[in-house]
C-alpha cells in the first residue's frame, strides 16, 4: 500500500491520535518505506552518587524525544532567504550577518535519505554511550553532578557535516568513520542534509522544531569559496565575518545561539582563542505540547529512586490513556506523542533487577529501529516527574577516543578544502537544555566547532605618504642604534 498525502493528513489531523495508531490504521507498520525516524535527542534522566556505584536502579528513566515523519505525508520544497549573501554582491563588514541562501535547490523535493538517519542515529547512541560511561571527559571535577546527560547528536552531527565539507584524505576518512557516513558520498550527504532540513522545517500543530547553522570567519580569513558555498546552499548557514581575537566576537555568536534557541543556550562559548579562524554553529529548538496534556491536579509529591538507592521527592504527573506500548524482559517503553502525533517521546524505564548502565550500553541503531515495530496500542498509566536540566560538555577527547584524532592534531589534520595553511579542529563545545511538564516539552541545544590554524599572509601594501617613525636594530642583540619621526622628507 502506497502512502496518500491527502488521506493521512485528513486522518491526522481529524483524530489527532499518535502517529504510530493512524498508520497502524492505514496499512503501514513502522518498517513500511514513508516512514523513517529522521532526527534524534537523546537523553536520560536520573541522579547519581559516584561513591557508591554499582547499587541496582530502580526509577531511573531514559528519554527520547524522536521526530517521525514520512516524505510522501509531507512532500515539502527547500525554501530560503533570498538575501545577499558575501561574494557576491557586496562585501563582507565586521560584525554582519549574512542570512544564507540556496537558490540552486530551491524548488527540489525534499526526498529522504534513510542512510543519513541511520549514520546520525548509530553515531548519536555511540556518543551517548561514551559520555554515560564517562570517558573523554577532559575536567573530571566539572562532570554534572547529578550524573544527567542529555545530548542532541543531531545538532553534534549537523556541525561536523558542515565542518566535513573542507577535510581531506585521512581526516576527512576519519570523521567519516566516526559520523557512520561510509558509503555517502560528499554530494550526497549535502543533498541529504539540505533534505532532511526542509522535511523538518513543518513539524506539524502544537509544535515547534527550528534548526539553524552559521559560520562565523576571522576577518583576516580567505576562505575557499567552493567550501563556503557547500554550507551556504546545503546547510543554509547564516555566515558573518568577526575579529574572532576580540572579547566582543563571543558576544556576538553567543547572541545568534540565544536568539535560535529561545535564549535556553545563552553562554554557548566562553572565550577564543586568537588562533581561531572559524567558529561552525549548529542550534536547534523545539517546543511541542502533549498531544493530551497532564492534569496539573493530579501532580502529587512522590519518591523518587536514585541510582544509589537514596531517595528524593518530584512532582510527579500522572495520566491515563491509550499509549504505544513496549515491554520485553528488561524494561518497559512508552511513546508520547505531541499535537498531531508526527513527533514523540519515548520513555524507557529499566525492570527492577536490571540498570541504566545496560540499558544504554544495548543501544545502537539495529536494535531502536527493531524496538520502533514493535510497540502496539495499549491501555495504561504514565508517570513522569516534572523536570528542567542543563547539560554541557567539551567533547574534544570523547570525539577522539570515537576514532576522530587527526582532524584534532595540529601536525596531521588536513582540512585543505577549507582555507589555505594549516588548520585544525581545536574544540567541539555542545551544551543543551530541557524542560518537561503538564503542557509538553521544550528543548534546545547548539554545538560549536572551532577551527585553528596558521594561515598564509596576505599580499600588502605600504606606502609612506605622510609623517612616520622610523628605527635602525641589530636583530641579533636587539639594540636600536638609530630611530627618529621623519615629518618632511627632504
Known sequence: MRCSNV??????????????????????????????????????YHHVNRSARGVAMRRCIVLSLVVSLSATVLPLGCTASTSRSPGNDRPFSEGMVYEARAEAKENAPATLDSRLVRADNQFGFELLKKLHDGRGKTVPEKLDPTGNVFISPASVAIALHMTLNGANGETRAEMERVLRLQGLSVDELNEANLSLHALLENPGSGVRLDVANSLWIDNRTDLKPGFLERDKTYYKADVGRLDLAKPESVDVINGWVSRKTEKRIPDLLSQLSPQAFLVLVNAIYFKGEWADKFDSKLTKPREFTLHDGGKKTVQMMSRKGDYQYLEEDSFQAVSLPYGDGRLGMYLFLPKPGHSLDELVGSLDAETWEGWMKLFGETPGTVELPRLELSYDVE?????????????????????????????????????????????????????AVMLFGRMPARPFKLTVDRPFFCAIRDNKTGLVLFDGSVSNPT
Open 395 to 447: 567533547l574534544r577527547e570523547t570525539l577522539k577516543s570515537l576514532g576522530m584524532e587527526k582532524a584534532f592534531d595540529a601536525g596531521e589534520a588536513d582540512f585543505g578544502k577549507m582555507a589555505s595553511g594549516q588548520a585544525w579542529i581545536d574544540g567541539v563545545v555542545h551544551k543543551s537544555f530541557l524542560k518537561i511538564d503538564e503542557e509538553g516539552t521544550e528543548a534546545a541545544a547548539a554545538t
Open 7 to 44: 488521506s493521512l493528513k485528513a486522518v491526522l489531523d481529524e483524530c489527532r491520535l499518535c502517529y504510530w495508531r493512524t498508520c497502524g490504521r492505514l496499512g503501514f507498520t513502522a518498517s513500511s518505506p514513508c516512514l523513517h525516524p529522521v532526527f534524534t535527542l537523546l537523553a536520560y
